[in-house]
Nanobody
Framework: QVQLVENGGGLVQAGGSLRLSCAAS????????MGWFRQAPGKEREFVAA???????????DYVDSVKGRFTISRDNAKNAVYLQMNSLKPEDTAVYYC?????????????????????WGQGTQVTVSS
């Protein structure tokens, strides 16, 4: 049984930082796309960032425009984990953050940010940024 477990959420002041982690179990995702989505109250779930395999030892990172330059996604295949370093946090970053993993190893730019692309989801972790 595949499980994704997120950790690292919390309450932080605007301008602060948090690091989210997502540990996968039940199978390895070394060549699979893994991503982070978020959902704020009253809003739809939105794409935040993803890491996808580009062949060999190459991995690409993709971000929604609103977090570029502030958030960094990374992965540790030895630990079967993916991380999201969030700096310069803003109140509008407040949301439940979800980790997701894809069955596919080849994922294009047109679908990397689409939630339906992903097959496995974590339970979510709350991030609250106070002004």
């Amino acid at each position: 049984q595949v499980q994704l477990v997120e950790n690292g959420g919390g309450l932080v002041q605007a301008g602060g930082s948090l690091r989210l982690s997502c540990a996968a179990s039940g199978r390895t995702f070394n060549r699979n796309a893994m991503g982070w989505f978020r959902q704020a109250p009253g809003k739809e779930r939105e794409f935040v960032a993803a890491t996808r395999w580009g062949g060999g030892k190459t991995y690409y990172a993709d971000y929604v425009d609103s977090v570029k330059g502030r958030f960094t996604i990374s992965r540790d295949n030895a630990k079967n984990a993916v991380y999201l370093q969030m700096n310069s946090l803003k109140p509008e970053d407040t949301a439940v953050y979800y980790c997701a993993a894809d069955e596919d190893t080849i994922v294009g730019l047109t679908t990397i940010g689409v939630s339906d692309e992903y097959d496995y989801w974590g339970q979510g972790t709350q991030v609250t940024v106070s002004s």
